[in-house]
């Protein structure tokens, strides 16, 4: 037996009470983005039984009172309340409002209720953050929306956040990463219910893939929107992203962009949600996380080639951000892929998976040929963490995933 069988057959012989494994409730909340919520509504509420995929039974729950408001100001009034999870043996949690903002307290209990009697729990995207606060997530392997996974580590130091997976299953509490991954999660649910046919079937209904190869890495270096390539703020990010080596400020990009810096920050902040001064700390504890897991360098060569000021600074903005030091990083790191030619082929996802903003290649190349150590001003070493944007790599250092992008429970 699998793994993941192994966890779907405990899960489902733990069930108590009036819960069946065929039900699943997706517990919906106002302001709750409507492509999320829906994915569930899809995958579990659409009878394709002509088409080889076994049926589920799904009940639509309100957490809280509604209407519900959802993208484009649309109103959703849910079928069942908090109560009728006490029915299922799936619990969904589609998407949370917003990362800064507490769950309602009865959405919380309904949830832990669920877990307590056997319910597998589900969060998708920021759904992680609900899941987190009803203390579901303590001790546990999860992700989310590698833009977010940096805040759900530091809100929640408990979780062992892994940016780097389309979604983890830990057994009875699973979630996954923005957007379509929750796809790759609900199928992956299917497949364990079911069986690889099944979810093939329902893969092929949906157009779109059985299974993904790799996992957010290939995102995390994409430090902007891409609504920005058309602005004219893209030639100065690219330059910046190919320049991390170097030592400049927020000063030297404002006026490379030929504005005050009071613009720059103003035009900055409107398209990245971000101060300039984080974002750039950001994008060279990115750069330095590369270079530990591609390269021999030592820490202080490595604080040298991302523009820090010295070796303490790297130290300091890696471990707030990241959650470890750069030595214990790199330790992790190399530690979860042994095999030979591991590192070469992450380096490789990287080096594809960025355009037009400064490629990986071009930027891992300036940085190679730094010739050591040089100090970057004040302002781009010294501000806070930027722990809202970026996040990085693995707090979390379990067994080896059984699927591709996807971590089951060690």
Do not use: N
């Amino acid at each position: 037996m699998s793994q993941d069988s192994a966890a779907a057959t405990e899960a489902a012989r733990k069930l108590t009470g009036r819960r069946r494994r065929e039900v699943v409730a997706v517990l919906l909340f106002s302001g709750g983005p409507i492509f999320e919520s829906s994915i569930p509504l899809s995958v579990f509420g659409i009878d394709r039984q002509d088409a080889g995929v076994p049926r589920y039974r799904l009940l639509v729950c309100g957490g809280e009172e509604g209407p519900l408001r959802t993208t484009g100001g649309l109103e959703l009034s849910a079928p069942y309340g908090l109560e009728a999870i006490s029915r299922a043996g799936t619990v969904v949690v589609p998407a949370w409002r917003s990362i800064t903002s507490p769950p309602p307290a009865e959405a919380l209990d309904a949830l832990r209720r669920a877990h307590e009697e056997g319910a597998r729990i589900v969060g998708l995207c920021t759904g992680a953050f609900v899941l987190a606060a009803a203390g579901l997530l303590d001790g546990r392997p999860a992700t989310t929306h590698w833009m977010y996974a940096p805040t759900l580590a530091k809100r929640y130091p408990s979780v062992h956040v892994d940016p780097r997976e389309l979604f983890v299953d830990d057994g009875d509490v699973l979630t996954s990463a923005g957007t379509a991954a929750g796809i790759d999660l609900c199928l992956h649910i299917v497949r364990t219910d079911h069986g690889t046919e099944a979810a093939g079937a329902l893969a092929r209904r949906l157009v779109v893939p059985p299974r993904r190869s790799g996992g957010q890495e290939r995102y995390l270096d994409r430090s902007l929107p891409e609504e920005i390539g058309s602005d004219p703020l893209a030639e100065v990010v690219a330059w910046a992203l190919e320049h991390l080596h170097e030592q400049f400020d927020v000063e030297t990009l404002a006026a490379r962009a030929y504005m005050s810096r009071r613009t720059f920050d103003r035009r900055f902040r409107s398209l990245t949600g971000s101060a300039p001064l984080q974002w750039l700390i950001t994008q060279r504890v990115l750069q330095a996380q590369r270079l530990l897991e591609t390269s021999d360098y030592s820490v202080d060569e490595v604080a040298g080639r991302c523009g820090f000021r010295s070796p303490v600074a790297l130290r300091g903005h890696f471990r707030r951000q990241l959650g470890s030091s750069p030595a214990a990083y790199r330790a992790a790191y190399r530690a979860r892929r042994p095999q030979g030619g591991a590192l070469e082929s992450v380096a490789t996802v990287l080096e594809t998976s960025v355009p037009a903003q400064g490629s990986a290649p071009s930027r891992r190349t300036a940085a190679a040929a730094s010739p050591g150590p040089s100090p970057v001003t004040a302002a781009a070493t010294s501000g806070g963490p930027a722990e809202q944007l970026k996040p990085g790599p693995e707090s979390y250092v379990p067994g080896r995933p059984t699927l591709p992008g996807q971590r089951s429970a060690p």
